[in-house]
């Protein structure tokens, strides 16, 4: 009865076109009446808890850092790295789409931002080439989604406050799985690019590259402090995203001169609105989540999926059909706040590694952002490009098989993700 009244509460809402905020504490509520305790103050409390949370001020921050870096010139310079080292091969500006969607990863967190940034500067360049626009959106909006797993995640940050998750753990252990997105997309676009019947661009003089390196060597250098900084137990993942924002802002208005001061409100209001938008989502989750817990829905869920804990691949296999089908229809945090709750700890009670199960949960979700009929990303590129959504969706269908592909085979040797995640911890 009480994940009935879960379920039902929370999709009828949603069906209704209620905002997932919304939603997600009126499910709270229903739940506190189902208990027969209902208290406004304990809903207060609860909700004002969630969101006074320390490890959630690197929310605000990486968002800030994002809007810093594409203001400032630090993505812009990413991509004419890329353009020099790979532009002259067959199909070269996808390999350079992808180069610069993993580099970008590793600086913002942000599949939203990291693709309108991709899709805004490389686009109009693939066009004016003769590239097909919808398989190259197809492969931008691909290699957005790398952003949530690379570190710094916001996603990861979101799973380990909402799941209790080492999250400078999660970080580390999401490096090897999205250089193998990254590679996957390689190989895939190698394939596709056959089909374009694009002249190669001019191979650019090792002078004109080294210029190039030279001069995106402060946008390099921000990943390094970052991952590094964390890897060596310089700072905190909260501590981190501070230091991403105050690079970014230094490397804008001194080195690269991108930003003006009379830019920066104008970007702390961006900034600030996205961040109230994902405050306001992940307190209400977490009073869910309170709700959850008080109710006993993870045991039930449990013992729904006892038969499977003795199988830890084949329950793995389930979750993950059970978040594709949720990602169809749900955006990559809601889901986190929702169901990662419930399923850490089964996840847990069967045996599978903690960190392991919240890479393999973000990246299914990751890959729901590419799945119609919500596909956030692919809502992105297809605005960016002025292209129907159709058309993005038609170009992106190799690379949602390939990730498939990618998912069965981390299903299949967890170890892939593990034991790199020891290593690098």
């Known amino acids: 009865m009480t994940i009935a009244i879960f379920l039902g509460t929370l999709l009828g809402l949603m069906a209704l076109g209620m905002p997932i905020a919304f939603a997600l504490m009126l499910t709270g509520v229903a739940l ?158 190698s394939w596709v690019a056959r089909k374009e019947n694009v002249p190669p661009r001019p191979r650019q003089p090792w002078s004109v590259r080294g210029k190039a390196l030279l001069d995106a060597f402060w946008a390099l250098l921000m990943p390094v402090i970052i991952i590094g900084g964390m890897r060596g137990g310089l700072f905190t993942p909260t501590e981190a995203a501070v230091v991403a924002a105050v690079y970014a802002l230094f490397v804008g208005l001194f080195i690269y001169r991108g930003l003006k001061i009379a830019d920066l409100p104008k970007l702390f209001v961006a900034s600030a609105k996205t961040t109230a938008v994902v405050m306001f989502l992940v307190a209400s989750a977490l009073f869910t989540s309170y709700m959850i817990t008080l109710a006993d829905l993870p045991n039930l869920v449990i013992s729904l999926l006892d038969p499977l804990l003795d199988q830890p691949k ?37 045996g599978i590694d903690p960190i392991y199960f919240g890479v393999m949960f973000v990246l299914v979700g990751a890959v729901g952002l590419l799945t119609p ?47 790199p995640a020891k290593w690098l911890h």
Do not use: C
């Open 32 to 189: 506190m009446v189902h208990l027969d305790f209902f208290d406004a103050q304990l809903l207060a409390q609860n909700m004002l808890a969630g969101a006074d949370n320390f490890p959630l001020m690197a929310v605000p921050f990486f968002l800030l850092a994002g809007e810093l870096m594409n203001a400032g010139g630090i993505s812009r310079r990413m991509v004419d790295l890329a353009v020099t080292m790979v532009g002259h091969i067959k199909g070269g500006l996808g390999y350079v789409a992808i180069g610069a969607a993993t580099l970008l990863a590793s600086v913002s967190g942000s599949a939203i931002a990291d693709t309108a940034a991709v899709a805004a500067l490389l686009i109009p360049m693939m066009r004016s080439h003769g590239y097909n626009v919808e398989r190259s959106s197809g492969l931008i909006a691909s290699g957005g989604i790398i952003a949530p797993i690379i570190p710094p995640s916001m996603s990861f940050i979101i799973y380990g406050v909402a799941t209790n998750v080492s999250i400078t753990k999660l970080f580390m252990a999401g490096i090897a799985p999205g250089l193998m997105m990254a590679a996957v997309l390689v190989g895939v676009w």
């Open 314 to 350: 084949l329950l793995m296999a389930a979750i993950i059909i059970l978040l594709t089908l949720v990602g169809t229809a749900m955006d990559l945090t809601p889901t986190i706040l929702i169901l990662g709750p419930i399923l850490s700890p089964l996840a847990v009670k069967a």
């Open 373 to 419: 009929p919500v596909g956030t990303v692919l809502n992105v590129v297809a605005g960016v490009a002025n292209i129907r959504l159709e058309g993005v969706i038609r170009g992106v269908w190799p690379y949602i098989i390939a990730y498939t592909a990618l998912l069965a085979l981390f299903i299949l040797i967890p170890e892939l993700i593990t034991v």
